[in-house]
């Protein structure tokens, strides 16, 4: 059994490195939040992105997938794997705390990194089963992604959002 690591920079454990071992992926837009209340961000002629990421902090929760994520089972490691960029991290955190999200592990975008979402998801995907996560379930409302996660050996649940960033 290896030692739990930090990982690479995109990876922030709530309470500290966990150890290897069965895991459930959780996509945020569109599968935890309800985005759609800034959509109106993205259709205008120039997208604006940096309204439509700072606005996340408003955004109502998803029920039916919260409920899902709380009756998972406690030993499976819950991953939040957004392409949300890392300076809203303070927002994403200060949203899964006000509804109590259980997470062990939330993998967001670093600065800098400007690989299209889907690579990026898949970038990571490859390195949390580096590290000796066994990715049994992923959730996903962007059929890209889902597309990503079959072709990578994971399961994935689409739901569906009526939202694509
Ligand atoms: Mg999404």
């Not at 499976?76 to 955190?93: C, D, K, M, N």
Request: overall charge negative; aromatic content about 12%.
């Amino acid at each position: 059994m290896s030692t739990p690591e930090e990982g690479p920079v995109s990876w922030q454990w709530h309470s500290g490195p966990v150890s290897p071992g069965p895991a459930v992926v959780f996509d945020v837009d569109g599968v935890l939040s309800d985005a759609s209340g800034r959509q109106h961000f993205l259709s205008g002629y120039s997208r604006d992105w940096d309204g439509f990421f700072e606005a996340a902090g408003a955004d109502p929760l998803i029920e039916e997938v919260a409920r899902l994520l709380e009756l998972l089972e406690p030993s499976l490691s819950v991953i939040l794997l957004t392409a949300r960029p890392a300076r809203i991290r303070e927002i994403t955190v200060a949203w899964l705390e006000h509804f109590g999200l259980r997470y062990d592990l939330l993998v967001m975008r670093s600065g800098g990194d400007f690989l299209r979402a889907v690579e990026f998801k898949r970038r990571e995907t490859r390195a949390l089963k580096e590290y000796g996560f066994e990715l049994r379930l992923a959730l996903e409302d962007d059929r890209r992604n889902l597309e990503m996660f079959e072709s990578e050996g994971v399961p994935c649940l689409y739901v569906h959002s009526g939202y694509y960033g």
